[in-house]
């Protein structure tokens, strides 16, 4: 093993449609690896950056449009939505992840490449290939060591939000459920990265099948 490989932090994601707790076993894992003396990079998409702050803006609220009505927006057509993700991913893995990793951190991302081929190849009726092709392009191939796909019917996660939908998480009972299915797919795929997590069951449950596994992945030969 080289030193870069010895060196190479872990790169761990958080997928799932809105309202499944993503961000609550996010912060936990953070404060667990923290007390077991790792440095932790918490980040997310999109937003992970300046400029991803600013994409995000556009992606989850729409373009402001001069109109007399301040909550009126321009429709984002499919393929700039997707150019748009790609860019807020190739920034992020630019300024954040990929530095993070070559210190030897753990990197823990809330959102990822994997949610671009949910949201916008089940959802938006893209082709999985293109998203995929554009993705990779814009990280230089980087996948994630550790993807955990918390699971839930959706029509249960939306009643967890306590907040109004954003434009992504208004787009319909269909639209999520297709989402849904598409990330279960994603998972089937690639089983040796992701792990499938039922987020129906109590913080704690959720929190410990996490740890668990992380215990494993973080034992496990990375490649550089």
């Known amino acids: ?81 997707a150019l748009l993700f790609a860019a807020d991913r190739a920034q992020h893995v630019a300024e954040v992840i990929h530095p993070a990793l070559e210190r030897g951190a753990v990197v823990i991302s809330d959102r990822y490449i994997d949610s671009s081929l949910a949201y916008q190849a089940g959802g938006r009726e893209l082709t999985a290939e293109e ?32 907040r109004a939908e954003d434009r992504m998480e208004a787009a319909g009972d269909d639209f999520q459920h297709r989402t849904r299915r598409a990330f279960l797919d994603l998972a089937d795929a690639e089983p040796d990265r992701f792990r499938v997590i039922d987020a129906s069951g109590t913080v704690d449950a959720v929190e410990l099948a996490i740890r668990t596994d992380i215990e494993r992945a973080l034992a496990e030969p990375r490649n550089p």
């Not at 996010?26 to 991803?52: A, M, N, Q």
């Not at 554009?134 to 029509?155: E, I, Q, V």
Request: charged share 25%; net charge negative.
């Open 131 to 162: 998203i995929r092709s554009l993705s990779m392009w814009a990280t230089n191939g980087l996948l994630p060591d550790r993807t955990f796909l918390l699971d839930m019917d959706p029509a249960l996660s939306h009643r967890r939000l306590g």
């Open 1 to 81: 093993m080289t030193d870069s490989e010895h060196m190479r932090g872990v790169f761990i994601t958080f997928e799932g449609v809105d309202g499944v707790g993503k961000t609550t076993q996010v912060e936990r894992l953070r404060d667990w690896l923290e007390s077991s003396g790792h440095e932790v990079v918490v980040t997310r998409e999109p937003g992970g950056t300046p400029l991803g702050k600013a994409i995000r803006g556009l992606l989850l609220h729409g373009v402001p449009v001069d109109s007399a009505d301040s909550s009126d927006s321009a429709d984002i057509a499919p393929r700039a939505e």
